[in-house]
C-alpha cells in the first residue's frame, strides 16, 4: 500500500512558471524525501526534510511539511523544459525504519 | 565512482519461468533495496537487505526472493512468473541508517 499521494496527478505549466506539488502521508513520519523520475528511468533524491524541520531550501527547491497536517509540498522556482519529468515524495514511517514508501507521482510538463 | 549499476536492462521472459535480476550498489554504500514499479505507479517496496540478511520485507508474495553478497552486490529471484510480474525493478542503494537512496535505472521486465 502507499503511504504518500501525491496531488495533483499530473501538471502543465510555461517555462519560468512555478510548479508546486502536494504530498498527503497517513501515519507518523521520521522524513519525508522527494525524489525525481526521468521517463521510467531511476530515481534521483531531491531533498530530505526531517519529521522537526517545517521548511528546507536546495538551490530551486523549496519543500514544506506541516506533521498536524501530514502534508508536505515541493515548489520548483522558475521552472525549465529540463525540468519536466515524475516528481515522487516518498515517507519513512516511524514504525518502519526501513521501508521507503512511494506515493504514485506527479507527471510534471514545462512547456518551453 | 560508479552509482548504482543493474543487469540486465531489458528482459522478456514467458510466464512461469524464473529471473535473476542483479544489482551493484553505489560505492561505499552497504544497503541495497528493491522496488517494482508498473507502467504509471510509484515504486512498490519489495525488500531490503543489509549485511546479507533481509531485514524488511513489503507485501510480496514467497515467489520474490533475494541475496546480499560479502561485496553488497545483490540479486533479485522471482520465480513461476506470472502477466502482473511485467514491470521495472529498480535497485537502490543507501548506507545503513536512514539516508536517501541511489537508485539504478532499472531492470524492464516483460513476461508475456
Known amino acids: 500500500s502507499q503511504q504518500g499521494e501525491e496531488d495533483p496527478q499530473a501538471l502543465s505549466i510555461q517555462e519560468g512558471e512555478n510548479a508546486t506539488m502536494n504530498c498527503s502521508y497517513k501515519t507518523s513520519i521520521n522524513n519525508l524525501q522527494w525524489y525525481r523520475q526521468n521517463s521510467g528511468r531511476g530515481l534521483v533524491h531531491l531533498i530530505l526534510?526531517?519529521?522537526?524541520?517545517r521548511e528546507k531550501h536546495s538551490g530551486r527547491l523549496r519543500v514544506t511539511l506541516d506533521t498536524s497536517k501530514k502534508s508536505s509540498s515541493l515548489l520548483i522556482t522558475a521552472s525549465r523544459a529540463a525540468d519536466t519529468a515524475s516528481y515522487f515524495c516518498a515517507t519513512l514511517r516511524m514504525d518502519s525504519s526501513y521501508k521507503l514508501i512511494f506515493g504514485s507521482g506527479t507527471r510534471l510538463l514545462v512547456r518551453p | 565512482d560508479a552509482g548504482v549499476t543493474q543487469s540486465p536492462t531489458h528482459l522478456i521472459k514467458t510466464r512461469g519461468q524464473q529471473v535473476t535480476l542483479r544489482c551493484s550498489p553505489k560505492s561505499g554504500h552497504d544497503t541495497v533495496s528493491w522496488y517494482q514499479q508498473a507502467l504509471g505507479q510509484g515504486p512498490q517496496f519489495i525488500f531490503q537487505y543489509y549485511e546479507e540478511e533481509e531485514r524488511q520485507r513489503g507485501n510480496f508474495p514467497d515467489r520474490f526472493s533475494g541475496h546480499q553478497f560479502p561485496n553488497y552486490s545483490s540479486e533479485l529471484n522471482v520465480n513461476a512468473l506470472l502477466l502482473g510480474d511485467s514491470a521495472l525493478y529498480l535497485c537502490?542503494?543507501?548506507?545503513?541508517?536512514?539516508?536517501?537512496?541511489?537508485f539504478g535505472n532499472g531492470t524492464r521486465l516483460t513476461v508475456t
Open positions: 537502490a542503494s543507501s548506507l545503513v541508517g536512514n539516508s536517501p537512496l541511489h
Open positions: 526534510i526531517r519529521s522537526n524541520e
